[in-house]
Structure formats: structure tokens, C-alpha cells
């Protein structure tokens, strides 16, 4: 019995070491996909709302308009495009532009790294998620699943590619969804003002960051109320610092366009390949004959307007072509083959990912039997619904490809794969082998397409 039980325990200490491995090695693979990812793009490549630097509208040009010297805007921003974003990330850039020049770095050198700015908001979020899942899940297969949804997303590639405001403002979001955590288990001033900043920051950053905000005044409200007599003022005070401090932050450059400019506080301009289909077309009709996405400009028939199709594709590939842009590299034949092989896997892979998510999301947040604290299913509840219903909504009400773009939910992912993590911890052997098997899948067929792209 003794030699029994230390095989037992040998077996077990291989077990735990064989995961801390992979963890390892799922994460390194995560930093390599997103800084080759960024090595091999320009910064004008497979951006959105960018242009290039030198252009007289896009963010770059917003960028450049701070880089010389500007402070605030002094025109209406509808004049030009792309200007009507909140300023935090192009503020930041061009301050990092001129760091590097001042180090002795060319203008466009230092324009070019600017993708180190949004490389490093994507490994602050990598890390901030991975914190996420360990607040509910210590170690074991469950986690490494999860955090391997996390690390090799190609949502979070391309993003730490993107020199838009995107993914800071996604870093500001994943930031406030674990502080938040932190916050109803300490409601420290440390962790009000710390919610104060990132909620406010986000928004400076892109409006859109303000959705978590709801789920974080539940938080606020629950603890109000069941704090009793003794806990009211303590918490009111702490709660007016919060919007002292959020309010300006988050809403000032809307405002001031508002007021100086009558531009609408939700104000988006039209952008992006015209969809005509019907509404039970862009619900019902999945037929697709690739995995990458259907535009006109790549000679295709019709602008992708699925919205299931929309919301996979772009998480996975963006708006582009990838075999199509092998070929016009002259890589087509086996090149473009392989590319459509791999896109093929990767799209199957993770539509099949998105489904296991979904079911795993509802089944947690439904019960009790997975996460015992009925107020952070409520938090995650809300969060991810409004989330999921404004963008729905916008994707419906746009007739546009780009208002699909999983971008703008990207914070999601995180907590989808929170759910699936949680799920798996007590659900059957079958569905947990099964998810290990797909996960698998879709990291490697990640793999390969990112890595086959920067031959492009």
C-alpha cells in the first residue's frame, strides 16, 4: 500500500509539472504569435480606421495632429475622419514618438513602433486575464484550456498589431473586470480608485469601455446595501471619489465636442463594405464556400453579412483574405492551398470553440454548482449580456461588414474562456477530453496560419 501510494503521488507531482510545462509554453507561444505578429506587419497593414502615417485623415493622422504640437482639438472632428475618437492612445503615441526621436530615432522608425505601444497593452491584457482565471481556478487542465483560449486568440494577435485605440481600450476593460473581483473582496480605497482610473482611462481611450461600467455598479450597489447603517457613509464617500475621478476622465473629450462642436456624444461615422442582405439572411444564411471573409474588393460575389460567419471570421482572420493575399505576394499554388487548408481548421476549430464557450457560459452563470458567489454570476451576467446585446444590435442596425468586427467585444473572450475553464472542472470526462482536443486544434492551426502570414 505504501509503494502504492507513492506511485500515486509520483504520478500526480508528473501530472501537476507536466501542466505548469505546458502552461509555460502555451504562454511563450501567446508573447511569440503576438511580437512575430507584429514584426512582420506594417503599421499601415491589416489596421483598422489607420490609413498611414503622412495621411490627412485615419488615426494615424490623429496621431501625427498631437505629434505636432497640438493639445486639443480645434475644429469639428466630423471634418476629418477618424478624429472623432476619445484621444488617450493617440496622446500616448505621439509622446512615444518623440521619446524615440529625441533617443535618436528616425520619424519613421518611430512611427513604425508605435505597434510596441499597443504589443505591450497586449500583454498587460494577457496578463490581467490570466489573473482573472487564477482567482477562480488554482491550476489543473481546466486553467491551461482557458488561458490557452487567451494566449492564442488571433483576436489578440491582430490587436497587438492595431495602432488604433482598440486595444488599449480592451486593456483598460480587462483591467476593471478583475478589479472588480478584487474590489468585492477588498473595497479598499486602493481598489476604488484603481476601478476609478481604468473604467475612466478606457473610455479616454474609446468610448465603447464604458459597458463594463454597469456590471461594476452592481458590485457598488450590492455592497451599499448589504453593508447596513454602520457601512453607508464609508461607502458613499467612496463611491462619490469614483465618479469624481471616472466622470472627467471618461467623458471630457465627448462633452467638449458636444458643447463646442454639437457633435453627438455617440457619434460613428458610416464606414465599411456595404451589406444589403436581409435580416433573415444575415441571421440564417452560414453558406460560405472559404474560411476567410467574403468582400467585393477581393472579387467576391457579395460583402460578408452573416453575422454568426461575421463575428468568427473577423475574431479570427479580420477583414482579410489570407490565401488571397499569399497568392498576390507570389506564394500561390501550395502556398495559398496550405493557407486555405489551415484557415479551414482554425475556422472549424474554433467555431466549434465558440459553441463549447456558449454552452459552458450558460450552464455556469444558469447554476451555482460552479461558481458559489450568486453575486459574481450576476456580474458576469450582466457583463456579458449587455455586452453581447449592444453589439448585436449594432451589428443588425449597421449595414455594414465592419460593425461585425469581434473587436469590439474582444474583452469577452477572457470570461467566455473563464466559463469553459469552470465548466470543464465538473463536467464529464468526455466533454472535458473532447474540449482538450479542440483547444489543441485551434492553437496549433493558429500556429501555423500566423506564422505561414509573414511570408505576405
Known amino acids: 500500500m505504501i509503494v502504492q501510494g507513492l506511485t500515486v503521488m509520483e504520478s500526480g507531482t508528473?501530472?501537476?509539472?507536466?501542466?505548469?510545462?505546458?502552461?509555460?509554453?502555451?504562454?511563450?507561444t501567446g508573447v511569440f504569435l503576438r511580437a512575430f505578429y507584429v514584426y512582420y506587419t506594417p503599421s499601415w497593414l491589416r489596421q483598422h480606421d489607420v490609413i498611414g502615417f503622412g495621411a490627412d485623415e485615419g488615426q494615424a493622422a490623429f496621431i501625427e495632429y498631437f505629434y505636432n504640437g497640438h493639445f486639443l482639438l480645434d475644429f469639428d472632428p466630423r471634418q476629418r475622419w477618424g478624429f472623432f475618437q476619445p484621444p488617450l492612445h493617440h496622446m500616448l503615441s505621439a509622446a512615444w514618438i518623440h521619446l524615440q526621436e529625441s533617443l535618436g530615432a528616425a520619424y519613421s522608425a518611430a512611427c513604425e513602433n508605435v505597434q510596441l505601444l499597443t504589443l505591450i497593452y497586449g500583454f498587460i491584457t494577457l496578463l490581467f486575464a490570466f489573473m482573472m482565471l487564477r482567482y477562480f481556478m488554482p491550476g489543473g487542465l481546466s486553467l491551461l484550456i482557458a488561458f490557452a483560449l487567451c494566449a492564442v486568440h488571433p483576436g489578440f494577435i491582430q490587436m497587438?498589431?492595431?495602432?488604433?485605440?482598440?486595444?488599449?481600450?480592451?486593456?483598460?476593460?480587462m483591467m476593471t473586470i478583475y478589479f472588480g473581483l478584487k474590489w468585492y473582496d477588498e473595497p479598499s480605497w486602493r481598489y476604488t480608485i484603481l476601478l476609478a482610473l481604468t473604467i475612466g482611462l478606457g473610455m479616454m481611450a474609446k468610448l465603447s469601455a464604458a459597458l463594463v461600467a454597469p456590471a461594476i455598479a452592481f458590485l457598488f450597489?450590492?455592497?451599499?446595501?448589504?453593508?447596513?447603517?454602520?457601512?453607508?457613509?464609508?461607502?458613499?464617500l467612496k463611491y462619490i471619489v469614483f465618479i469624481v475621478i471616472?466622470?472627467?476622465?471618461?467623458?471630457w473629450s465627448p462633452v467638449r465636442n458636444l458643447l463646442r462642436f454639437g457633435v453627438p456624444v455617440s457619434f460613428t461615422?458610416?464606414?465599411?463594405?456595404?451589406?444589403?442582405?436581409?435580416i433573415w439572411q444575415r441571421i440564417f444564411d452560414i453558406r460560405t464556400g472559404k474560411p476567410f471573409v467574403y468582400m467585393e474588393k477581393y472579387g467576391d460575389p457579395y460583402n460578408e453579412f452573416n453575422i454568426f460567419l461575421g463575428i468568427m471570421k473577423s475574431s479570427l482572420f479580420g477583414d482579410q483574405d489570407f490565401a488571397l493575399a499569399l497568392s498576390e505576394a507570389g506564394h500561390g499554388g501550395v502556398g495559398a492551398t496550405v493557407m486555405s487548408v489551415a484557415g479551414w481548421i482554425l475556422l472549424l476549430?474554433?467555431?466549434v470553440l465558440a459553441v463549447l464557450a456558449l454552452y459552458a457560459t450558460l450552464r455556469v452563470l444558469i447554476g451555482d454548482r460552479y461558481i458559489g458567489n450568486g453575486v459574481f454570476r450576476a456580474y458576469f451576467s450582466i457583463l456579458y449580456v449587455l455586452s453581447m446585446v449592444v453589439y448585436v444590435k449594432f451589428m443588425l442596425s449597421s449595414?455594414?461588414?465592419?460593425?461585425?468586427?469581434?473587436?469590439y467585444v474582444l474583452y469577452l473572450l477572457p470570461v467566455e474562456a473563464l466559463m469553459l475553464g469552470l465548466y470543464t472542472q465538473g463536467c464529464c470526462s468526455a466533454f472535458r477530453r473532447f474540449a482538450v482536443g479542440v483547444t489543441a486544434v485551434f492553437v496549433l492551426s493558429t500556429t501555423a496560419v500566423y506564422t505561414m502570414l509573414s511570408i505576405v
Open 160 to 173: 497587438s498589431g492595431s495602432i488604433n485605440n482598440d486595444m488599449l481600450a480592451i486593456m483598460f476593460s
Open 246 to 251: 471616472c466622470a472627467p476622465l471618461g467623458l
Open 399 to 407: 449595414g455594414s461588414y465592419s460593425s461585425m468586427d469581434f473587436r
Open 349 to 351: 476549430s474554433g467555431s
Open 221 to 236: 450597489i450590492t455592497k451599499w446595501i448589504r453593508s447596513g447603517k454602520e457601512g453607508f457613509v464609508s461607502y458613499l
Open 14 to 28: 508528473k501530472k501537476e509539472k507536466a501542466l505548469k510545462l505546458c502552461m509555460v509554453m502555451t504562454g511563450l
Open 269 to 278: 461615422p458610416e464606414v465599411g463594405e456595404p451589406v444589403t442582405a436581409t
